[in-house]
């Protein structure tokens, strides 16, 4: 199947994540064309890069779908794709179908782990009841098992199989 990725972000330093309690830190998110996406590590430049052996995370996934929604039915006005902080922001797939699952996007190779839950931050980083809102819809984390380059762009998204649940 054709997928479009619509945004790629990343960003040194975490604003929330691991936060609780702390308040909200400023680390830049930047968008790019293109990532580098290293098997078993993350993506280079980004702050979940080598965070922990295996980790679940090593990238994220974001629904277009869900952007506009969250756009449109929560925030009623601006909103920029990056407040919600996940690396890869695409079109053509309801990303909860790829829990669990093995899949190829770009002739790069992925485990789907978990849904990217959405924290009471997204209260703070998008508007009041984003939060609530988002809940079964918070994108995709996932491992990477090939790595190579990522870019903007239509690309080819294919499943392989199934994955055994990730803790």
């Known amino acids: 199947m054709k997928v479009t990725l619509k945004h790629i972000f990343i960003s040194p330093g975490h604003n929330y994540y ?16 293109s990532i580098d996406c290293v098997a078993g590590s993350g ?14 995370g090593q990238i994220s996934l974001f629904d277009w779908a869900v952007y506009e929604r969250v756009r449109d039915e929560v925030v009623k006005g601006e909103l920029h794709p990056r407040a919600f902080r996940r690396n890869v922001v695409m079109e053509g797939i309801d990303l909860n179908e790829l829990i ?3 899949f190829t996007l770009g002739g790069l190779e992925f485990t789907g782990s978990c849904e990217c839950a ?19 819809f918070g994108g995709l984390r996932a491992k990477i098992v090939k ?3 990522l870019s903007l ?15």
Request: hydrophobic share 25%; with cysteine.
């Open 118 to 136: 959405p924290c009471y931050w997204m209260n703070q980083a998008c508007a009041p009841g984003t939060h609530e809102f988002l809940k079964g």
């Open 100 to 102: 669990d699952k093995r």
């Open 18 to 33: 691991g936060r609780h309690g702390k308040g909200a830190l400023d680390f830049p998110i930047t968008e790019v064309e």
């Open 153 to 167: 762009g239509e690309l080819d998204l294919e499943v392989i199989g199934e994955q055994k649940p990730v803790k």
């Open 43 to 56: 993506i280079q430049g980004d702050r979940f890069f080598d965070y922990k052996p295996d980790y679940k």
């Open 147 to 149: 790595g190579g380059q």
